[in-house]
């Protein structure tokens, strides 16, 4: 039942005596319900790309984004089946404020979807020989075994169990962008909590942590950005950087955060947002969440419209692509290009599937590998490989279907992955038609 709905039922079953609690309560359902069936902005009718008719309704859920409001600026998605890109459609402003239209061309951050990218490079790495999951990372990378970290395995950097979330040392900009102070300022470190013991999303340090243990491993000492450049967008002809080059800047569209009254109407669409704001408004003032957001301070979410953070090298979150493009490396990861058949099976189970909340996000997730995983909505005992990115960003591979589906926008959301309703819609209509 929609609010709407609520507020008429009201009207007509309650004794409408004007008593003060009946008629604010009146008022309020009323206001709410407004909010809800308000167009918060005019809808853009700009919708570009081409699918095969069979993805009609995956076609029609996308559209209806647009129509109905709840895409504010534009978005681009892309199906990959059997190796055949199925859907290419994009759409909406890359900059409304300007009126820029997205074009097929049109790129976005990626955010924390980038670590899919890092991940599979670390899976490539392990399909050559280079190390295994199970390496402990001072077999690769001696120095890393400093207070307390020396059992430290690869793959506890790679499921968030390194007990680096956050770091004491200050990071600076000048640090970020100087790959040896980095790797220093890692090796330094003290975890916070035992290196395998519990899992706690790396938000920012994931990146570094992987892109150090590449240039150890890597017989050309190459970071995650150039090996990913070498071996997978240059040969393959795919536009995915992670930070871009000064002359690729212009195609990027232009991020928007969701205003104060997106909040309120996309909570009255879901109401499970109350239990995400409680989440957030309710943690202590020195949780690990907070301590992320003060170190390293520049890496706000907000700042991302600056040149100088879209061409940094920050493999945890400066990815720059769009769905068809980011789609297309996790077709060729899936389907024996980039990866093995042998280490591909690997990837498709987790290695933490154990209940348990997470010692940031404190909320349930699935890891391994880099990928986070979420049951399959119709084959039991089978999971979905991928990763959210801020804001609404998504890359997801169903590799019982041989499916890979990329969602990007760059008019930020409230909710990403399960919570954000944009993409849910063409998720849920891509498994009716399947
Ligand atoms: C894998 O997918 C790519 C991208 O669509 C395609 O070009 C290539 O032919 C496919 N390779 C195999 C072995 O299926
Ligand atoms: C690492 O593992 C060894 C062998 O289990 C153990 O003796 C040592 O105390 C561990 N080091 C740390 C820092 O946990
Ligand atoms: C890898 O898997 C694909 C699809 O299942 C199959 O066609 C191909 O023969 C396999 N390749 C190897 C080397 O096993």
New binding site residues.
């Given amino acids: 039942m929609t609010l709407s709905q609520l507020a008429l039922l009201f009207t007509a079953k309650t004794d409408l005596r004007p008593s003060k609690t009946n008629l604010s309560f009146f008022v309020v359902c009323v206001i709410l319900a407004l909010i809800h069936q308000l167009p918060l902005f005019t809808p853009s009718t700009h919708i570009g790309g081409s699918y095969d008719r069979r993805y009609e309704a995956v076609a029609e859920a996308f559209r209806r984004n647009f129509y109905e409001g709840r895409e504010r600026e534009g978005a681009s998605l892309a199906v990959y089946h059997k190796g055949q890109l199925v859907v290419n459609l994009w759409g909406g402003y890359a900059d409304r404020e300007s009126d820029r239209n997205w074009q097929r061309d049109t790129t976005t951050m990626v955010y924390s979807a980038t670590k899919a990218v890092a991940s599979l490079c670390i899976a490539m790495q392990v399909d050559r020989g280079l190390l295994s999951y199970s390496d402990l990372v001072i077999k690769h990378w001696p120095e890393y075994g400093q207070n307390?970290k020396?059992?430290t395995t690869v793959e506890d950097i790679l499921t968030h169990q390194a007990g680096l979330p956050i770091i004491d040392e200050t990071i600076t900009l000048a640090d970020a962008k100087d790959s040896k102070r980095m790797a220093q300022i890692l090796e330094r470190a003290r975890p916070i909590w035992?290196p395998g013991e519990k899992s706690g999303y790396h938000a920012i340090t994931f990146g570094w942590l992987v892109d150090a243990l590449m240039r150890k491993v890597d017989p050309k000492q190459r970071g995650v950005k150039q090996f990913v450049a070498e071996e997978i967008s240059r040969p393959y002809g795919i536009d995915f950087d992670i930070g871009v080059s000064q002359d690729q800047i212009h195609k990027i569209a232009r991020m928007t955060l969701p205003g104060f009254m997106e909040h309120i109407k996309e909570t009255l669409i879901d109401l499970r947002f109350l239990g995400m704001f409680a989440i957030f408004y309710l943690r202590p003032p020195n949780s690990i969440v907070q301590k992320i957001y003060e170190n390293p301070s520049w890496a706000d979410i907000r700042a991302f419209n600056s040149p100088e953070l879209q061409q940094l090298d920050l493999p945890s979150v400066t990815g720059v692509s769009n769905a068809q493009n980011f789609a297309k490396i996790f077709a060729l990861a899936s389907n024996g290009t980039l990866l093995s058949n042998l280490t591909f099976e690997l990837l498709k189970t987790p290695t933490i599937d154990y209940w348990h909340i997470d010692e940031v996000v404190l909320y349930p997730l699935v890891k391994g590998y880099g990928f986070f995983y979420e049951k399959h909505p119709t084959i039991v005992g089978k999971w979905l490989i991928g990763h959210y990115g801020y804001g609404g960003q998504s890359i997801l591979v169903d590799p019982e279907h041989q499916l890979v589906v990329a969602y990007v926008s760059n008019g930020l959301k409230l909710g990403t992955g399960e919570l954000c309703g944009t993409y849910q819609r063409i998720q849920r209509s891509l498994y009716s038609i399947l």
């Fill in positions: 307390g020396e059992n035992t």
